[in-house]
Structures are given as C-alpha cells and as structure tokens.
C-alpha cells in the first residue's frame, strides 16, 4: 500500500469514528428546537465510558492522521 492509500485509508477510520460519536450523541441528547444543535441542559443521561471510548477513538484517529500530514506536508506541529 503505497502513502496515499494508507492516509485514505487513516481518514477513512476519522470519519468513521466521528460517526459513531455523533450517532451515539443523536440516540441520547435532544436537540434544540431548530433541531441542529444539541440540547445538553435537559435532563441527559450519557454513559460517560462510552462517550469517552468514542471520543478517544475519535480523538486518536485525528492525532495519528495529523502525524502523516506534519510529516507529509511539512507543517508544524504544535
């Protein structure tokens, strides 16, 4: 697998652990009244392991992808 695929490959899983986040926060926080941003002062119950699983699954995949592109494109990591 050549660096181009392997990167694909690495946004591919971002996206899907983004997801997963998201789709675990729209099954168990209501939205506003318009509908698109979630409504965190009602009465929420979250399973905070599962959201934290999810979160660094998510957070993980961001970091590594950042890796390649600091690598690949020459930007500063900060």
């Known amino acids: ?5 392997m990167i694909k490959k690495e946004c591919d899983k971002l996206i899907e652990a983004r ?3 998201l789709e675990y926060l729209d099954e168990n926080v209501p939205k506003d009244c318009s509908g698109l941003m ?3 002062a009602k009465d929420t ?3 905070a392991k599962k959201v934290y699983e999810l979160f660094y699954k998510l957070d993980y995949q961001a970091r590594k992808l950042r890796g390649f592109l600091v690598a690949d494109y020459g ?3 900060e």
């Open 38 to 40: 979630y409504n965190f």
């Open 19 to 21: 997801s997963k986040f």
């Open 75 to 77: 930007l500063k990591a």
């Open 1 to 5: 697998m050549d660096r181009k695929e």
């Open 45 to 47: 119950k979250l399973d």
